[in-house]
């Protein structure tokens, strides 16, 4: 019973220190037999084509997000001021004439703010989508990852069984 006891603690303590990567709850930072990588590093440190296509493709995903959200804030900004003031009115009138027209201003805050919501409307499922591909990137290389360098081994020898674990 000790020699199965120990067996099964040394497994544990194999599998809980095997190699793994694993990304930062930001999604700006992935970590690598305890070393901490920027995003950027992917591909000096990821071995499989597929997930470096993955986070290559979550990376350009987020950047568009980020800059469309950018620039619907910026939109929202201009233009939420002008949405909000008072209405204006032009008169018009003709010198000699007592009759004159009055008519309104048209103001471009609201365009500018339904814009910006549509623009950042539009950069929230293309920033999810983006960290949704970090992560499927992250999860490929992990199944890819050098495991295969650990490895059980049973021998039969002529005097018994053997049982080895390498890692």
Do not use: H, W
């Not at 037999?33 to 986070?55: C, L, R």
């Not at 619907?72 to 008169?91: E, H, M, Q, R, W």
């Not at 007592?98 to 549509?118: A, E």
């Amino acid at each position: 019973m000790k020699k199965i006891s120990l067996l099964f603690t040394l497994l544990l303590f194999c599998f809980s220190f095997s190699q793994e990567i694993t990304l930062s709850k930001s999604g700006k930072k992935f970590e690598k037999d305890g070393v901490k990588y920027k995003i950027s590093e992917y591909q000096t440190q990821f071995k499989n084509p597929v997930a470096k296509n993955y986070v290559k493709q979550g990376r350009g995903y987020k950047t568009a997000g980020s800059i469309l959200g950018f620039a619907g804030g910026l939109l929202i900004g201009a233009g939420l001021p002008n949405a909000l003031s008072a209405d204006t009115y032009t008169i018009n009138s003709i010198p000699g004439y007592p009759d004159f027209s009055k008519t309104k201003t048209r103001k471009p805050g609201n365009t500018l703010v339904g814009i910006g919501i549509g623009l950042v409307a539009v950069a929230i499922p293309v920033a999810i989508v983006g960290g949704n591909k970090v992560k499927k990137g992250v999860e490929t290389e992990n199944k890819f990852s050098p495991r295969s360098q650990n490895y059980y081994q049973l021998d039969f020898t002529g005097n018994g069984l053997g049982f080895s674990y390498n890692f």
